[in-house]
Nanobody
Framework: QVQLVESGGGLVQAGGSLRLPCAAS????????MGWFRRAPGKEREFVAA????????YYADSVKGRFTISRDNAKNTVYLQMNSLKPEDTAVYYC???????????????????WGQGTQVTVSS
């Protein structure tokens, strides 16, 4: 079992920045891909960003490319989402997730992740 806890959410003005850490416990996540998803009010959960176990590869939704950066510190069992130039449409609950094996498939699909955090609310005011 892996427990994931997101933090760092809050209220920020458009153009501002936030950094979301996601700390894992229960077992090491260093061998698995990790991702961030979000769910805005009235919308489906959507992919935001993902990172391979060795940090070599990162993936982003077109809507956040160039503004968000995903990173991880395997020694701290933590993944981060740095969000810059925030827009009101970034308002959502943000969730981190970890894949359950080295062959979990595409990072873009929620079904390919085994464990999820409870989420942290990000609200961007205009």
């Amino acid at each position: 079992q892996v427990q994931l806890v997101e933090s760092g959410g809050g209220l920020v003005q458009a153009g501002g920045s936030l950094r979301l850490p996601c700390a894992a416990s229960g077992r090491s996540i260093s061998s698995y891909g990790m991702g961030w998803f979000r769910r805005a009010p009235g919308k489906e959960r959507e992919f935001v960003a993902a990172i391979s176990w060795n940090t070599v590869s990162t993936y982003y939704a077109d809507s956040v490319k160039g503004r968000f950066t995903i990173s991880r510190d395997n020694a701290k069992n933590t993944v981060y989402l740095q969000m810059n130039s925030l827009k009101p449409e970034d308002t959502a609950v943000y969730y981190c997730a970890v894949q359950g094996s080295a062959y979990s498939g595409s990072y873009y699909f929620p079904a390919n992740y085994a464990y999820w955090g409870q989420g942290t609310q990000v609200t961007v005011s205009s």
